[in-house]
């Protein structure tokens, strides 16, 4: 009853008439720039953050809610259509979205992609309501060391994500911690790193390493494909009615229900997120289908799970974000770090100090998924003539936003050399294949891993063992190993699998 | 050269420079003075140890890591564009945000869309600028310069 009572003010609040309106703006530029290739919605959200600025943290908090889930909805409209996924969560839609088109059933599989989305992300919105204030309350007994593991775990599970990419993650998630040790150090007051470089002592403002590494750094790594002139795809641009038949709900509603829970529990990990989640929600649904060679040649089922289940973790990954103030994913990372501009310290408190705002954010997702519904479904057919924008207008268009954006943090041109660099250095990690969210996790969270471990440090007279001392910690680390081993053990299991199948 | 094997060495090199740099730190004035010390310390040494794993790890598998290419007329767009940004960053508070930003706008688009499309680049630079000055000045009362 006390979470309908603060969920019926958070809707007063977020259907004020200011929080709508960029709601559905919000929603739009996310699902736009959830289309556009090469674009997902950690860039979109680091190129409109300046925008939140003056926003009130509410406001604020709402819009970057409306594009990340608009980002989810739009990734696989060009999947569908140009068979490129607009971010890594669509890649899955490709599978079976792309094959739909061809047989002429493009106007289907828009639909069901949205449909898919509406329900995956309205379900696990629901189980985020009835899990965030339990959690933000268990995590109130959290104290520095509690919080040090807890950040050492988010870290690990994020660096070691694949067992190929894992000590490239973990040079990642160091070069990271790095960046967030330059400047002053708050407790002893020492200047560390600055080289003499005035506005360097108050750090680097992790906004700038954002949208060097995901906006210049996609811009160049996506001036390769520009050398390189492929035969391109027709962009359909006439449609018919963009629905569903009976037939085709029939397939595919056990699968969206089946997959949302895998989608929403994959977010709410660290590390593991949306392309994850539609992956996994594609084989799950492949291995159970009674036709499995369906799939792969236009299956709905095969499109509605993976998007049912991307857009379930992209509202799981908030949880840890708002209830416990660690991100898991590069996309939630920012938008802490966009709170933390604002004044807001997303963690357990949030839901005791700034409960309206916690909860208008809560409604403004049930609202957002109508909102992401009714644009990706009737007004689809006119959202993707967006597609073809040429690529050579668009990024310059990137260039300058990025540029814009970044100087109005400190109205410093040194920034702007900064963004410069972080954009070679986000083109270079794209080359050598070194992932980049445990950079970003690294950055945000870098300095206040480094005050809670310092603090736990003074707490127990220089002891380590403030680290073990208590079951929390103890089992965050645990979680922390476990999360390291795991790519290898799930390797081995696949060998040990494969070996036995060729005997 | 492997691209694995130049990441490891490059982490080797720069995690022992940021070392030396975090020893070279000036100590805390109250409590502990090696307090602001240990945290970058670790830093580069682990940085170090991870370098020395990739470079092991490249040389034990026959497939991690690849040669590296890098496209010519890739390499000329970045280049170009760095530099044009650096024009840009020296321009933008001596002559203002509209004026530098039309100009810069402008040269990209000509860079990268081609001087033939010059009609569509000078549209496009100008009512960028135009329309992002209106969102911030006018909308959220961000003063460029």
Redesign the interface.
Known sequence: MEILGYLSQGFALAMTPLNLVWLVLGAIMGTVLGMLPGLGPTTGIALLL??T??MTPDTALITMCAVYYGAMFGGSRSSILLNVPGDGAAVAACFDGYPLAKKGLAESALAMSAIASFIGGLLSTIAFVLMAVPVARFALRFGPPEYFTLMIFALAATASISK?AI??G??SL??G??IS?IGM?Y???????TFGIMELQTGIDFIIVIIGIYGLGE??IN??K???KGPGVELKKKFGRIWITMEQWKRSWLPILRQTPVGFLIGVLPGAGGTIAALMAYNNEKQISKHPEEFGEGAIEGLAAPEAANNAASVGALIPMMTLGVPGSGTTAIMLGALMILGLQPGPLLFQQHADVAWAVIASMFLGNVVCAIINIPLAGVLVRVLAV?P??L???I???A??GV??IN?S?VD??LL?IF??VG?LMK????PTAPLILAVVIGQSM?QS??MSM?LSD?QLGIFFRTGICNTLLVLAVLSVIWPFYSDWRKKKKAGTIKK | MR??T??GIF?IIF?GI?SA??LA????????PW??IY??LS??V??VA??I??IL?SMKSKK?GRV?S??R??MI??AG??VL??V??FL??KIG?ISS?MI??AS??TF???FKNWK??LT?AVS?TLL?WY??EKL???N??
């Open positions: 300046p925008l600025f003056t190929e000590v490239k973990f040079i160091t070069l911690l790095m040790t150090d407790q002893s007051g020492v200047l560390r790193f811009v160049f001036f390769e520009l050398a390189v040429p050579r207008i990024y310059p268009l260039v300058g936003l540029f814009v100087y109005t109205f041109t702007l050399t410069m954009g070679v083109y080359k050598f294949k070194i480094e471990y310092r003074m220089g | 691209s694995d130049i990441l982490a995690g940021y740099q975090a730190l000036p100590k805390a004035s109250i409590g502990n307090a602001p945290f970058p830093l580069g682990l940085l991870f370098g794993l990739l790890k991690a590296l890098f496209p007329e890739a767009l970045i564009t760095l940004c650096s840009y960053i933008f508070e945000f930003t810069f706008m990209v688009l990268i869309n081609e569509t680049n496009v960028f992002i969102v911030f959220f009362y961000i460029l310069p």
